[in-house]
């Protein structure tokens, strides 16, 4: 076996492990993979439901300091209320806790070590990572894709898709 085809077979494995990931557990709300490419788009897909991560400083939600709250766009269950939002410098929207019994987690493993990938509890779709670097409360940064979001503003307002 030479170094090439060890290092393809192992990013194949990877791929293909983390799209059984994705389709993995029991959720509330489920959907075919057809259902939910159709429901969501191609972008929104590959992060949510293939556990892809959207490019830094993309989202229209990183700069939105209204209050609301995060909804998660495949089931538009709320997952972050926007007193929780803070602004990390990552390109990402980021809060410092989830609403209660809003997520789950679970060991994200990678090339470089294993993170933890946080999900939306209800649909089961990835939302992006938490990291024990964030401010207090909690010193936890929950680093979310803006596209696997839906920003709902308190009141009355218009939606903003991420």
Known sequence: MNRRFFLTSTA??????????????????THSAAEWREMLGEKAFYVMREE????AFTSPLNDIKAEGA???????QPLYASDTKFESGTGW???????DAAVGTK??????GTRTEVHCDRCGSHMGHV?????????????MNGVAMVFRPAGSGEAVVG
């Open 131 to 143: 990291f024990d670097d964030g401010p207090q409360p909690t010193g936890k940064r929950y680093c």
């Open 107 to 112: 060991p994200d493993p990678g090339f470089w």
């Open 93 to 99: 929207p980021s809060f410092w806790a989830p609403m």
């Open 70 to 76: 995060y909804h998660c766009r495949g089931c538009d």
């Open 12 to 29: 194949s494995a990877i791929v293909a492990g983390s799209a059984a990931r994705a389709a993995e557990g029991d959720f509330e709300v």
């Open 52 to 55: 892809g991560t959207e490019r």
